[in-house]
């Protein structure tokens, strides 16, 4: 039995991946296995491969894309006192889907308003969208609209009762469509006094993007 190694005739050294057969410890280097070769577990594992082996744990994968994006700003204030609806200035964009079969996701942002004399105030909106010039389609399920406000204020408590109120509101569209699609959103003063969106002039932003499938 072999219990002594003249390592000045190894050149003092030895090379445990080259000079030693069998099982190597990974602490010396090896991989704990008398196997030579491996799988890659990426390139040559066929079906679902699981995400801890590169994979995304199912077989198949078709994430959406964004493949547009439209977006105007709006500087100038809108109000109305009316409890019927109607367009709120600026707030309007086209886009053309380059899909039939993408979803558009649209949104609206905006600073609103109950100033000190409207003892109480609101506003109902709705988004709408029309396809190439056509008839417009209310996409806010409902005929009130898809978002209100309502504001309350005591009338004696001067300015200091007055209120400015963040307005954010998005959906998603199916036009399944290819031509232009145009949305728009309308306001009303459902509960009395003034609505107003972008009061003083503080910016608000209308968005839409094409989500492809």
Same mark, same amino acid.
């Given at each position: 039995?072999?219990?002594?190694?003249?390592?000045?005739?190894?050149? %003092? !050294?030895?090379?445990?991946?080259?000079?030693? $057969?069998?099982? &190597?410890?990974?602490? /010396? @280097? +090896?991989?704990?296995?008398?196997?030579?070769?491996?799988?890659?577990?990426?390139?040559?594992?066929?079906?679902?491969?699981?995400?801890?082996?590169?994979?995304?744990?199912?077989?198949?994968?078709?994430?959406?894309?964004?493949?547009?994006?439209?977006?105007?700003?709006?500087?100038?204030?809108?109000?109305?006192?009316?409890?019927?609806?109607?367009?709120?200035?600026?707030?309007?964009?086209?886009?053309?889907?380059?899909?039939?079969?993408?979803?558009?996701?649209?949104?609206?942002?905006?600073?609103?308003?109950?100033? %000190? !004399?409207?003892?109480?105030?609101?506003?109902? $909106?709705?988004? &709408?969208?029309?396809? /190439? @010039? +056509?008839?417009?389609?209310?996409?806010?399920?409902?005929?009130?609209?898809?978002?209100?406000?309502?504001?309350?204020?005591?009338?004696?408590?001067?300015?200091?009762?007055?209120?400015?109120?963040?307005?954010?509101?998005?959906?998603?569209?199916?036009?399944?469509?290819?031509?232009?699609?145009?949305?728009?959103?309308?306001?009303?003063?459902?509960?009395?006094?003034?609505?107003?969106?972008?009061?003083?002039?503080?910016?608000?932003?209308?968005?839409?993007?094409?989500?492809?499938?």
């Amino acid at each position: 039995t072999l219990t002594t190694i003249n390592l000045a005739a190894l050149g %003092d !050294t030895i090379n445990l991946t080259t000079e030693v $057969t069998g099982t &190597l410890p990974i602490a /010396n @280097g +090896g991989t704990n296995s008398t196997a030579t070769t491996f799988v890659n577990a990426a390139s040559n594992v066929t079906g679902t491969l699981a995400t801890g082996n590169g994979g995304t744990g199912t077989t198949t994968f078709a994430p959406g894309k964004i493949l547009q994006t439209i977006n105007v700003a709006i500087t100038s204030e809108y109000s109305t006192t009316s409890t019927s609806f109607s367009d709120v200035t600026g707030f309007s964009l086209n886009i053309t889907p380059s899909a039939a079969s993408s979803k558009i996701y649209v949104g609206v942002y905006a600073q609103m308003y109950n100033n %000190d !004399t409207d003892t109480q105030s609101g506003a109902s $909106t709705k988004f &709408l969208r029309n396809i /190439n @010039g +056509g008839g417009y389609t209310n996409l806010s399920a409902q005929s009130a609209g898809i978002s209100a406000i309502v504001s309350t204020v005591d009338a004696s408590a001067g300015s200091n009762n007055a209120h400015l109120i963040p307005f954010n509101v998005t959906l998603i569209d199916s036009p399944s469509a290819t031509t232009v699609c145009n949305y728009k959103i309308m306001g009303a003063a459902s509960w009395g006094g003034t609505a107003r969106y972008c009061y003083d002039s503080i910016s608000g932003y209308m968005w839409a993007m094409e989500i492809g499938a």
